[in-house]
């Protein structure tokens, strides 16, 4: 197909080619040209002719595919899983369990998860017959770094892994999770990874999107990729032994996603939370004397994952800007830098979300009471509401870093009632210091 666009200035013709594959080669051929038997790619090149030269626009899209699992006693031997959990087509699933070639595994944890699990995980490939090569590694906050990124890629490449079949696996928190799958987009340009959440904040969030990333110049994750896992195994089992204060701070990200999309779940935290974190989310046997009803601690997560895929899959690269799963993210990332160690990510992204509700208060959209039961819910799951180092002008820099990377825009997420939201683009600074005064107001002595 040809077009030609004029201007004053400039005549210039444009050619669109198809890609097909005959033989092992690629050739372009146009529309009008007769259709060969072969491969025919969804990406096409347009050709264009000027006065100035020749040009080339290559658009080739590109479809990312991996699975986001549920499951029981992952580390049981008899779990096939942990192996083969990321292989969905059934002859390939076939072949790989009738190869002879030894199985091989890389596999990076978090050192203080390997204290926990790190003798069963040994047990588990054992059994298996995997030649394998744990690593632990001390993945907080403070260390996340290229250093860290760079001794990953160093153990790997001793170790010699197949970068099409024998994908790495990171067993660990948002930090290992996020270091492992940079490692990993890195490593002869891209290798696959899987994903082992153990604290619940990485259970529902890190895990089942595409980012990885290091902090950088004292910006947090200001290296990274958009490269998905090829699966992400979920076994709440592994939120037993995490400390009552990470149950909470996870439990953050989950009244984000409660609070922009799903009231039900705002309920469920409202009546049940106190009970999700003195569990840390294990199962009742029996709910409601039906075994087809789901318990407090899988409903609430599954909803959690499912509202955050909904937001997360038709824009895992972040090419459109306006994003409900920014709430809570605008201001917390200077504050949890800033302070760091001292909060937990959830805790300052509640803390950003806590003031975030006072400008929505401000502006109409939430009543009252509505401000007063998020405040309460957030309480009772023993989040902090304020914090003395969240000032005013680090909220005034944070959102003027916030136009400069979101392409003008404030982009800023809030709350309509419960369990809705909406973008909006513009908030006046007089507007903000008074929502900001009345939250230090009525919260600051919490």
């Not at 799903?262 to 003195?278: I, S, V």
Request: glycine share 6%; hydrophobic share 35%.
């Amino acid at each position: 197909m040809q077009s030609h666009e004029n201007s004053d200035s400039d005549t210039s013709q444009q050619t669109e080619y198809s890609l097909l594959q005959v033989n092992g080669a690629w050739n372009r051929q146009t529309g009008g040209q007769s259709q060969k038997e072969g491969r025919l790619s969804a990406a096409k090149i347009f050709q264009r002719t000027s006065e100035h030269g020749l040009s080339w626009t290559v658009v080739s899209p590109i479809v990312f595919t991996y699975r986001v699992i549920q499951c029981h006693n992952l580390l049981d031997v008899g779990n096939d899983t942990l192996l083969c959990g990321h292989i969905e087509d059934q002859e390939e699933l076939k072949a790989f369990r009738s190869k002879t070639k030894p199985i091989k595994r890389f596999i990076v944890i978090d050192e203080t998860v390997n204290q926990l699990y790190g003798s069963q995980v040994t047990r588990y490939f054992e059994a298996r017959n995997v030649l394998y090569r744990i690593l632990p590694l001390p993945t907080t906050e403070e260390n996340k770094s290229m250093e860290l990124v760079t001794r990953i890629l160093e153990e790997v490449h001793k170790f010699g892994i197949d970068r099409r079949s024998e994908p790495l696996i990171a067993i660990g928190g948002g930090v290992c999770l996020d270091v492992v799958g940079l490692a990993a987009s890195l490593y002869r340009r891209r290798t696959p990874y899987i994903r082992v959440p153990t604290t619940l904040l990485s259970y529902i969030d890190a895990s089942v999107g595409a980012k990885t990333g290091v902090n950088f110049a004292n910006g947090k994750n200001k290296l990274g990729s958009y490269i998905p896992p090829v699966a992400t195994f979920l076994d709440r089992t592994f939120i037993r032994t995490v400390p009552r204060r990470q149950v909470s701070n996870g439990m953050a990200e989950m009244l984000k996603m409660a609070l922009m999309k799903h009231r039900g779940l705002f309920e469920l935290l409202e009546t049940e939370g106190r009970y999700l974190l003195d569990s840390s989310f294990q199962s009742r046997d029996k709910f409601s004397g039906c075994c087809d009803l789901e318990d407090a601690a899988s409903l609430s997560t599954r909803i959690a994952i499912e509202t955050m895929l909904e937001e997360l899959a038709p824009n895992l690269w972040e090419d459109d800007l306006d994003r409900l799963v920014d709430f809570g993210h605008l201001v917390s990332p200077e504050l949890e830098m800033k302070v760091l160690p001292a909060l937990l990510h959830g805790e300052a992204v509640n803390i950003d979300m806590s003031f975030m509700v006072y400008v929505a208060h401000q502006k109409g959209l939430l009543t009252g009471e509505e401000k007063a039961r998020i405040s309460r819910c957030m309480l009772g799951l023993e989040l902090p509401v304020w914090h003395q180092d969240c000032t005013l002008a680090l909220v005034q820099k944070s959102l003027s870093e916030r136009l400069k990377h979101s392409a003008g825009s404030l982009r800023m997420p809030l709350p309509k009632g419960l369990g809705c939201a909406e973008i909006f683009h513009d908030i006046s600074d007089e507007f903000l210091c008074q929502a900001f005064k009345s939250w230090c107001d009525e919260l600051g002595s919490s």
